[in-house]
């Protein structure tokens, strides 16, 4: 199958300051990656739909200025939470769905962010 | 290493026929365990988790601590079921899907 990455796998900062997190797919091309956050004892929420080469589709609910996506080549795409606040502090998972419409995804392995 | 392990990429089924996905895990601790699911040209969606014991569309999921498994079933599959299912385990909300099984219901 699909291996994907995600870096870092762990960050711990400051309130207020920036992260990015990158998802990467190794060795396939993906047009299509997602966004997910997972709260504790929670199930995985959809945050945005990341199309290379346009703009994100954001859910209701989550900030677009908060969770800056970029998806500017077809291995890797970008999410960063700006400003972030503790609240903020969670588990981000990004999934990759080959080209092609197979509706198969192919998850990362999750980015841990706490938020000081 | 913590590990999810989904034996068949593709099951294919007759409606009416029981179905068992498969979900294996290595894990330490207990984790919680999630089964979700994405119909075709859908998002992905929780089927069930395993600490509500909730029964969905039919499937069931019983956890087998001595086994480490967590299958996926139903009595009786409809076509309406045919898509991707995804098995994730959630070890203190550091959660791994498995590579996910493609149910095919055919009439």
């Known amino acids: 199958g699909a291996v994907v990455s995600q870096h870092p796998s762990w960050v711990i900062c400051k309130s207020g300051t920036s992260v990015k997190i990158e998802c990467r797919s190794l060795?396939?091309?993906?047009?299509?990656m997602f966004w997910y956050r997972q709260f504790p004892k929670q199930s995985l929420m959809l945050m945005a739909t990341?199309?290379?080469?346009?703009?994100?589709?954001?859910e209701q609910g989550v900030e677009k200025d908060k969770f800056l996506i970029n998806h500017a080549s077809l291995t890797l795409s970008t999410l960063t939470v700006t400003s972030a606040h503790p609240e903020d502090s969670s588990f981000y998972i990004c999934?990759?769905?080959?080209?092609?419409?197979?509706?198969?995804?192919?998850f990362g392995p999750g980015t841990r962010l706490t938020v000081l | 290493a913590q590990r999810v392990t989904q034996p068949e990429k593709l099951l294919s089924v007759f409606k009416g026929a029981p179905v068992e996905l498969k979900c294996n895990y290595s894990?330490?601790?207990?984790?919680?365990l999630f089964w979700y699911v994405q119909y075709s040209r859908q998002r992905l969606q929780l089927l069930l988790r395993?600490?509500s014991r909730e029964s969905i569309k039919g499937f069931t999921a019983d956890l087998n601590k001595g086994e480490t498994s967590f299958h996926l079933k139903k009595p009786f599959a409809q076509e309406e079921d045919s898509a991707m299912y995804y098995c994730?385990?959630?070890?203190?909300?550091?959660?791994?899907f498995g590579a996910g099984t493609r149910l095919t219901v055919k009439p």
């Open positions: 999934s990759v769905e080959l080209a092609g419409g197979t509706d198969t995804q192919y």
């Open positions: 060795d396939f091309q993906a047009t299509t």
């Open positions: 990341s199309n290379e080469g346009s703009k994100a589709t954001y």
């Open positions: 894990y330490s601790g207990s984790p919680e």
């Open positions: 395993h600490i």
């Open positions: 994730a385990p959630d070890n203190n909300n550091d959660m791994r």
